[in-house]
């Protein structure tokens, strides 16, 4: 899908598989702001089928492996087209023509993934990225109303602890001239 992202914070002429904000082999929590631009049914593995709603979701994850945000450059190219293999729940719904990835927020050196989920508001697929934990759900959905980018900025920034860790906002799936 194509089109502009919108929101405030200026991603103009960064690449979204070489963001150079953060060296890629840096490590932390991210949360991928979504865009489903119309409703849709997704198969999403052993957890079945899921209707959802056209609007703003938020996925959160941990990138604190080898490689560390080269997940994050994996996803953008899932939401691209330019890579198929379906291996997280995420994929299911990043492999879709109808989504795109609008911003990426991530809090480096930060092991948070959970605390930032939880205070989020509700998902609408039980157990969606949450396979190795407690939580209700990774994915979260936004009504209408709601500034997602503010929230999940907000979350990040409350279990970001010292003054070395950082939240930063960068490029999505897509950037269109304004940004």
């Known amino acids: 899908m194509n089109g502009g992202s919108g929101g405030s914070d200026d991603v103009s002429g960064l690449d979204p ?39 703003a979701y938020a996925y959160t994850g941990s990138a604190l ?9 994996r996803h953008r190219r899932t939401a691209c087209g330019k890579h198929d293999v379906r291996h997280w729940h995420v994929d ?6 109808d989504v795109r990835i609008a911003r990426v927020v991530r809090s480096i050196g930060v092991d948070a993934e959970c605390a930032i989920a939880k205070r989020l508001p509700a998902g609408p ?11 209700a759900s990774h994915l979260a959905a ?38």
């Open 92 to 97: 299911y719904l990043l492999g879709r023509d």
């Open 17 to 55: 598989d070489t963001d150079s904000r953060a060296d890629p082999d840096d490590g932390g929590t991210y949360t991928l702001l979504v865009k489903l631009a119309g409703s849709a049914t997704i198969e999403v593995g052993a957890l079945g089928e899921f209707r959802l709603s056209a609007g």
């Open 65 to 73: 492996g080898a490689g560390g945000f080269a997940r994050v450059a």
């Open 125 to 135: 697929v039980d157990g969606f990225g949450a396979s190795d934990c407690d939580c």
């Open 142 to 179: 936004f009504d209408g109303e709601t500034d997602p980018a503010s929230l999940v900025r907000d979350a990040h920034a409350s279990v970001t602890p010292s003054p070395g860790d950082r939240v930063d906002v960068v490029a999505g799936s897509e950037l269109s001239p304004d940004g």
